[in-house]
């Protein structure tokens, strides 16, 4: 598929218009109806998106976000809509933050997302037309991002492994993946919890969304860290979710190598970040990586195992430039493979092994494309020099866009849309993707 310049130029003003309707006054929404409030990573990929064509709105979405931050250093997944109530479930009230010491006065959640920030950060003043404003942005920023990773090496790293954990299926942005179903399954929480779905509400097929099982465990979950006033010691020992997630890691670690660059055009302090650096390089490869099958998985703290199944995560490390040459190989291999290809028309990159039988094309991220996964992996691809491939994905999310509009994901075998529509990562990823240096 060939990108012609016309079309290119419309692309680029579509996904620029998905932004602006989506534009609340100070941040953007996910979506228009589904996701109503400021979520964390979604707000790192919008900025990208932003960076390449308005500098100001770029820098503000994260300023926002950052406002959010709780006194412990946590960057909270949801900041809560300051303008407007939005009738979202959780709701504001739901977290009950104020149980934690460490919390905000803002409405925020009680759990965080894929740490992306700090690389939002550096491509916001690498592609900056105002440099001076925006070494600003980075001198405003490089505190909080620092404090955001010193909260998840001392409160998520208790062992000093190197490897930070996740404490529920939504931090790891791909909340019911398969990798989670291990788990799930034998979660027993003793009696019902009642309350009421508000993402059901807004026409998306159902079979499009988590079901009422996931659901429980989710909101079963907050309320356990409810219990435990947010103490991170006592969720550590007493949740049943701990999981050392590869992408977690792998964002985190790139994050660490942009938050050294910033330190050095800001002049901070560098040796902690550099152990940082080091030592999580050397876990993922020691700890996550499965030399049996040839892939990085998660390891689930719990029951000390490590948890198996092909997820488009374990792909990560590409993108953080942690693995070897020779991991490398063996996982384009596998991303080659009838795992993720099932035929010459088929999208890449499916969430799931597209062969088990919980991969489902339509379902969430039970096999589903997403376009922040196919950035991620089609950046790290190119890193290691397979360009090829990295363009393949690259023209395969164009074209699914092209295809099927700014949808939340997509069918790996139609290129059909899911989920919401007029997401904001799709349309800022998809300008990313459009600039993307000759
Ligand atoms: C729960 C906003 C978020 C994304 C996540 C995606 C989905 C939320 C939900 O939407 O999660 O956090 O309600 O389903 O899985 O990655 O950040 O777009």
Known sequence: MKIKKGERKKLI?????????????????????????????????????YSH??????????????????????????????????????????????????????????????????????????????????????????????????????????ENEGLVYIRHPWESGMDNSPLWDGIINIIHFGKEIKYKRSDTRHKIPLLQRPTKKEYDVYIRLIE??????????????KSPFIVQNVLFNSVLNKSNKDLLWISKKVDGPKSQI??????????????????????????????????????????????SEDCNKKQAKELVKLLSSKAFKEKRKSFLIPSWDIRRDEFKKYNYWRGPIWININWFISKGLSKYGFKN??????????????????????????????GTKKFSWTASLLIDFLFKKK
């Open 13 to 49: 003003e579509e996904s620029k218009k998905v932004l602006k309707q989506n534009h609340e006054v100070y941040f953007t929404k996910p979506s228009p109806t589904l996701y109503p409030n400021q979520y964390s990573w979604d707000s790192g990929f919008i900025s990208i998106g």
């Open 53 to 158: 064509y308005d500098q100001e709105k770029a820098e503000q979405e994260l300023i926002t976000l950052f406002q959010g931050q709780w006194k412990n250093g946590m960057l909270p997944h949801v900041v809560y809509n300051k303008t407007r109530k939005t009738g979202e479930f959780p709701h504001r009230k739901f977290w009950k933050i104020s149980l934690s010491k460490n919390s905000t006065s803002l409405h925020t959640s009680g759990i965080t997302q894929p740490p992306i920030h700090a690389t939002a950060c550096k491509t916001i003043y690498q592609n900056a037309k105002d440099k001076e404003r925006a070494l600003g942005f980075l001198e405003y920023m490089y505190p909080r991002l620092l404090d955001y990773h010193q909260y998840l090496y001392n409160y998520r790293d208790p």
């Open 224 to 237: 356990r860290f409810k219990k435990s006033k947010y103490d991170e010691k006592m969720i550590y020992k």
């Open 274 to 319: 550099k152990k940082w650096i080091t030592k999580t390089t050397n876990s993922i490869n020691k700890k996550l990586w499965n030399r049996n099958e040839k892939f990085f998985n998660d390891f689930n703290v719990v029951s000390n195992k490590k948890v198996h199944g092909f997820a488009s995560s374990g792909f990560m490390p590409l993108y």
């Open 389 to 418: 491939k990295s363009e393949d994905i690259r023209k395969n999310s164009i074209e699914l866009v092209k295809k099927s509009g700014f949808h939340e994901y997509f069918d790996p075998f139609t290129g059909e849309g899911y």
